[in-house]
């Protein structure tokens, strides 16, 4: 046991008759650890990607609701009032009639 630990440390596998089979075996455990952290890195990105576009999200929803309050205060009667006020425009002391048309046949 000893002996063939030795000769792993030393390298002997890489050099003897067999090598080139554990050449390529090297080789595709390197491919897939390059695979493996390249695809770590992608995801890693992603979650990134996906935390700005919800804090973006976030930030869209506040603003949707702070404009809608206030559109919904200018639609009120009182403020609708004081700004056709400013116009000198005012309400009508008559209310309105009603006007019927009968038709000639």
């Known amino acids: 046991m000893r002996k063939g630990l030795l000769d792993i440390l030393k390298g002997k596998f890489l050099v003897s008759g067999d090598a080139p089979k554990n050449w ?3 080789l595709f455990a390197s491919f897939l650890a390059a695979l493996m952290i390249s695809s770590s890195h992608n995801a890693d990105k992603k979650v990134l990607e996906i935390a ?3 804090e973006e999200v976030r930030k869209l929803k506040s603003e949707f ?3 809608r309050s ?3 205060q200018l639609k009120l009667e009182s403020t609708l009032r004081e700004v056709v006020a ?4 005012v ?3 008559n209310p309105p009639r009603k006007i019927k048309v009968k ?3």
């Not at 400013?86 to 425009?89: A, T």
């Open 70 to 72: 206030s559109v919904q």
């Open 103 to 105: 038709s000639a046949e």
């Open 65 to 67: 609701f702070e404009t």
């Open 52 to 54: 700005e576009l919800s």
């Open 24 to 26: 390529m075996f090297l």
């Open 91 to 93: 309400p009508s002391e």
């Open 86 to 89: 400013e116009k000198g425009l």
